[in-house]
């Protein structure tokens, strides 16, 4: 998505300074199938929200962005295999995660939610013990089902959810309000968000330990982007409102 107004290309984070695998590209990897945050658009291009905000990042420290598509469930194996430098994907920034590790600062705040059909006589999370619940793989949507005393079955990926869900082949889907909120929008699923919110948090990219400049890179750059209104630009269209946290949790360097 192109911008309409020049910015300054930060000379300030150069070369090796930022700890990266190829020098001159920040290789992001991200899933491309979860939108809207990492999806393939109407034209056949990688898109989404955090697709779009890395892309930018990358422009202003003057490097390529490259992307490497990868399922939810091997992000953080890659990134421990110096397979690329980031992960893309809007992490929950729990302690577990703390120790494996580093986020950049929260870039979005949203949370969780229950997504049943729409015909479904399931109201509360309270009903849904002993039913059986999709999750992402891998993702904190699991511990969430089972804190709901419901039978987890796990997902490569949200969309493949919200389809055996649309096929009545499960009771419910636990996973991220705003992906969740503009699947249904976007392709007419006949699926209901149960209110109010499972869960609310903010959620940040995940670099390996030991690359603190880097870190410092990307949290300087995001903060730029929100400061002079471009992350509003490149997210309205998916979310229909600013999600950066007014008061962002910090990273863990």
Do not use: C
């Amino acid at each position: 998505m192109p911008l309409l107004f020049a910015v300054h290309v930060d000379k300030t984070f150069a070369g090796d300074q930022l700890e990266l695998i190829t020098p001159g590209e920040l290789t992001v990897a991200t899933e491309g199938t979860y939108p809207p945050f990492s999806m393939q658009n109407d034209k056949g291009e990688l898109d989404g929200i955090d697709v779009r905000l890395m892309r930018e990042i990358a422009r202003r420290l003057g490097l390529e962005y490259k992307p490497v598509l990868l399922k939810f469930d091997s992000l953080l194996i890659g990134l421990e295999a110096d397979q690329f430098d980031v992960i893309g994907s809007p992490l929950d920034m729990t302690d577990q995660r703390r120790e494996k590790v580093t986020f950049s600062d929260a870039w979005i705040e949203s949370g969780s939610s229950l997504v049943v059909q729409q015909d479904s006589p399931i109201k509360s999370p309270a009903e849904i013990a002993g039913k059986t619940i999709g999750v992402l793989a891998a993702s904190t949507w699991a511990d969430q089902g089972a804190q709901l005393k419901g039978e987890i079955k796990t997902y490569k990926s949200v969309t493949d959810a919200l389809q055996d869900l649309v096929n009545g082949n499960i009771d419910a889907v636990v996973n991220d309000r705003i992906s969740t909120g503009y699947s249904i929008k976007k392709s007419g699923l006949p699926l209901r968000i149960i209110e109010p919110p499972l869960t609310q948090a903010q959620k940040a990219w995940s670099i390996k330990k030991g690359k603190p400049a880097l870190v410092k890179a990307i949290n300087k750059t995001i903060a730029e982007i929100i400061a002079d209104g471009t992350y509003e630009k490149l997210t309205s269209d998916y979310i229909g409102f600013n999600a950066a946290p007014k008061n962002p949790i910090r990273s863990n360097l």
